[in-house]
């Protein structure tokens, strides 16, 4: 099974349930539980006793992307347990104010790098949290590296730095308005220029929106892009 999958909020909001249903049967052996907003985790946790993740061999969760610092410690302590059963912790290095209650998620912390709008970008800005987060894994979003530079030398650079620590990579292509959407050629070649350097054991996780009938198109692109080379099932 391939090591690719899809972010239940890019495929359904968050309606976790659609998005595994939207999922199923596609032969896909990845999915990211995504709660961006923080009144989303509650919820999202809430339901992970009655979700049917069998079919995964990776699981992650995307931690909310903004919360305020007062609210850091409870956020940490509630994503405590999603790192214990082995699953990753994706999170925004900027959403980090204190880096104290994320030591206790070890190397089930996966830190995300950026795209224009926030710091967290380049291996300048990342390198001094890793520091202070020395076991934390590295989660490379590629859209958000080629909207950074569209030459892929930051990617390079990105990869180069924290490649040891890649534990989850994100796949689609940004707006003009910094939003996720489907990949392009464009998309596609800016993948495939870094492709060499993800390895294929490595999970990748589809953020582009798509509707229930391109949810196998895309993740046919994604494969391409990343030169990944499975057949995906088509839902009857």
């Not at 972010?7 to 359904?12: E, I, K, N, Q």
């Amino acid at each position: 099974m391939e090591t690719i999958g899809y972010s239940t909020g890019a495929l359904a909001g968050s309606d976790v349930h659609a998005a595994l249903r939207m999922l199923a049967f596609r032969g896909a052996g990845a999915v990211e539980l995504s709660a961006l907003r923080a009144h989303e985790l509650g919820p999202l946790l809430g339901a992970l006793p009655d979700l049917d993740l069998d079919a995964y061999g990776h699981v992650s969760v995307h931690a909310p992307s903004a919360f305020a610092p007062a609210d850091e410690a409870a956020i940490a302590r509630a994503l405590l347990p999603v790192a214990r059963r082995g699953w990753l912790v994706i999170v925004h290095p900027d959403a980090i104010h204190d880096v104290r209650p994320w030591r206790a998620l070890g190397d089930r912390l996966c830190i995300e790098n950026m795209d224009a709008r926030k710091p967290g970008r380049t291996v300048q800005e990342l390198r001094p949290l890793f520091a202070r987060l020395p076991r934390a894994s590295f989660c490379f979003d590629v859209a958000h590296a080629a909207q950074c530079d569209p030459t892929m030398a930051q990617a390079y650079r990105l990869l180069d730095a924290f490649g040891d620590r890649l534990a989850e990579v994100h796949v689609s292509e940004l707006d003009a308005g910094s939003r996720h959407v489907r990949l392009s050629q464009a998309g596609i070649r800016a993948c495939q220029a870094v492709a060499h350097l993800l390895p294929p054991h490595v999970p990748a996780i589809i953020e582009a929106p798509v509707r229930p009938h391109e949810v196998s198109a895309e993740l046919a692109a994604s494969l391409e892009a990343l030169g990944r080379g499975v057949e995906v099932a088509r839902a009857a």
